[in-house]
């Protein structure tokens, strides 16, 4: 994937042959994802969040503990499981926001034999992904679990994500006033994020900048798309 080659040599990253050949294998999977959103495109969403984080003065301070093989490993495969995830069931959509990093955590788990990865690398990984699901209940640890963490959440703040979503949503079947209701108290859920995962200080001014729009966006969509007889 050119993308990330680009990123690549943009921040003078060389990755050992097996860990490059794990992120590329990673890739592969993601462009075969079946619900639309989770996708390669979304992994260069991350990366292009991740880009602005490294060139943000505030956190320059940062980029030389950044472990790059944990954290673009983590980036990569952390949505393996939901991107081959297709429903419109809406308990199923909120199952999936719960069990996603686990499931990921084993597929990469599972795929990280064949590549020899270190014993240390494939734990920071697996815990990076584990943690990156919905509901967490203790403070995460490491940086890598904390950026993938920071740059998913920035990331689902996205209106032109949500439109892909909703678009991908509604293209499987209509949507019931169940559903409606369960996205408007999802959204809700969102206006609150919880400052026990720690936000960073880059994160927070970039997600408040981001969710003017994002809730705009959902409120149209609920009234547009979404509700019953609005058309």
């Not at 990330?4 to 943009?10: A, R, T, Y």
């Not at 050992?16 to 075969?32: F, K, T």
């Not at 919905?134 to 996205?158: C, H, M, V």
């Not at 409606?180 to 999802?186: A, E, F, G, P």
């Amino acid at each position: 994937m050119d993308f990330f080659d680009s990123f690549l040599k943009k921040h003078n990253i060389v990755l050992p042959e097996n860990v490059y050949q794990a992120c590329m294998d990673g890739l592969h999977y993601m462009s075969n994802g079946k619900d639309g959103i989770h996708t390669h495109l979304h992994v260069k969403d991350l990366l292009t969040l991740l880009d602005e984080f490294l060139a943000d003065q505030q956190n320059h301070h940062l980029k030389p503990k950044i472990d790059f093989k944990v954290m673009l490993l983590s980036i990569i495969w952390h949505d393996t499981w939901k991107s081959q995830q297709i429903t419109s069931n809406p308990f199923k959509l909120f199952f999936n926001q719960v069990a996603e990093g686990l499931a990921s955590m084993r597929i990469f788990s599972r795929n990280s034999r064949k590549y020899g990865l270190d014993k240390i690398t494939v734990k920071k990984v697996k815990y990076a992904i584990r943690k990156h699901s919905e509901l967490q209940l203790l403070p995460l640890r490491g940086l890598e679990a904390k950026l993938l963490y920071n740059l998913d959440t920035l990331e689902l703040f996205s209106a032109p994500r949500l439109r892909n979503a909703v678009e991908a949503l509604t293209s499987q079947r209509r949507i019931s006033p169940l559903a409606t209701r369960l996205v408007n108290l999802y959204l809700r859920y969102y206006k609150y994020p919880k400052s026990h995962l720690t936000f960073m200080p880059w994160a927070k001014i970039r997600l408040k900048q981001a969710k003017p729009d994002f809730f705009a966006e959902s409120k149209r969509l609920i009234r547009e798309v979404l509700t019953p007889g609005s058309k």
